[in-house]
């Protein structure tokens, strides 16, 4: 553990203010994407078989029972289904006022499912970006040394300035490579989140009228 410390001492030391702030960045994303992480699981982000008992509950005529399996869940498909059913329970003959309402609270259930994610978005854009003006200061600065050294150049100097540049870019691209890949990979889960609320509110609304007509022949 003292080695890496002491190693991104080193590494801030050489790259300068840019590698410093990528690595505070890169300390933020890292607890950003932890914490989502958590926050998926903790909420059951995915996990639908609550949601999918309770329709069944529905359909089968134990409103109540459906509802109150409901209310026992975190997740945002369990806390907007049972807004619909509620909904559809005490209001039946108010469909597109209900619809309207389970659609707000569809929108502040998933909005709190997107927090930090905008903030991984651009660390992910914004990194390498750091990083290559990071670059550029470095070139900037090799060849100024280059240019004071006059006829007695010498390579390894040049070298190892351009070595130092080059590494900010590296730095960028490691801080934004796990935080674009992170922030897309919990976006998707937040709209198949989505899709499956959609889904079953639906189911909810229409009573899945289509399905009773269905032939179960070969």
């Given amino acids: 553990m003292v080695d890496i410390f002491a190693q991104i001492h080193t590494l801030m030391k050489m790259g300068g203010p840019v590698v410093m702030l990528l690595v505070l960045l890169s300390v933020l994303s890292s607890a950003a ?3 989502k992480l958590w926050h998926f699981s903790y909420i059951g ?3 639908h078989k609550r949601a999918r008992q309770a329709l069944v509950l529905w359909r089968e005529g134990g409103r109540e029972a459906a509802i109150a399996l409901l209310e026992q869940g975190k997740a945002p498909v369990s806390i907007v289904l049972a807004h619909a059913m509620r909904g559809a329970l005490h209001h039946p003959d108010k469909g597109a006022l209900v619809r309207e309402d389970v659609e707000r609270v569809a929108l502040g259930s998933l909005s709190k499912t997107r927090f930090l994610l905008r903030f991984l978005e651009t660390v992910g854009q914004v990194s390498p970006l750091l990083g290559l003006f990071g670059t550029v200061l470095g070139m900037i600065e090799a060849f100024q040394r280059l ?6 150049v010498d390579p390894s100097v040049l070298a190892g300035g351009i070595w130092v540049a080059l590494l900010t870019t590296a730095v960028g691209l490691a801080v934004a490579i796990p935080a674009s890949l992170f922030a897309d990979w919990f976006t998707t889960r937040v709209e198949k989140e989505q899709d499956v609320i959609e889904e079953l509110i639906t189911s909810v609304q229409t009573g899945q009228i289509t399905d009773a007509g269905m032939s179960h022949a070969p």
Avoid: D, S
């Fill in 45 to 47: 982000i995915g996990r």
């Fill in 147 to 152: 240019q004071q050294a006059g006829a007695t």
């Fill in 33 to 35: 994407i932890l914490y």
